[in-house]
């Protein structure tokens, strides 16, 4: 019964030990992808904001959506193209 044991817990260990690989693997497309949705939506607040103080709707949402867009995409490329190296 000991050896059935101890051959289940190095299986489970080796299961863990690969899934925390996938996870250290992942960081930086996680990374990537909430640092573009938190950009859109913090540039979209913004400008909504701003239509709401000055009248201008919808053109602050539409310009803070697209700075959202461009600062994302940017902060996007930035991580994957440092993967590559």
């Known amino acids: 019964m000991k050896d059935h044991d101890s051959w289940?817990?190095?299986?489970?260990?080796?299961?863990?030990?690969?899934?925390?690989?996938?996870?250290?693997?992942?960081?930086?497309?996680?990374?990537a992808s909430y640092t573009l949705v938190a950009?859109?939506?913090i540039c979209t607040a913004l400008g909504w904001l701003i239509d709401?103080?000055?009248?201008?709707?919808?053109?602050g949402v539409l310009l803070?959506?697209?700075?959202?867009?461009?600062?994302g995409f940017y902060q996007l490329a930035k991580i994957i193209w440092r993967g590559e190296k």
């Open 39 to 41: 950009a859109i939506i």
């Open 8 to 31: 289940s817990e190095s299986r489970f260990g080796n299961s863990l030990n690969y899934f925390q690989k996938i996870i250290i693997q992942s960081g930086p497309a996680a990374s």
């Open 64 to 71: 803070g959506l697209c700075l959202g867009l461009v600062s």
């Open 52 to 59: 709401s103080r000055k009248g201008s709707s919808p053109y």
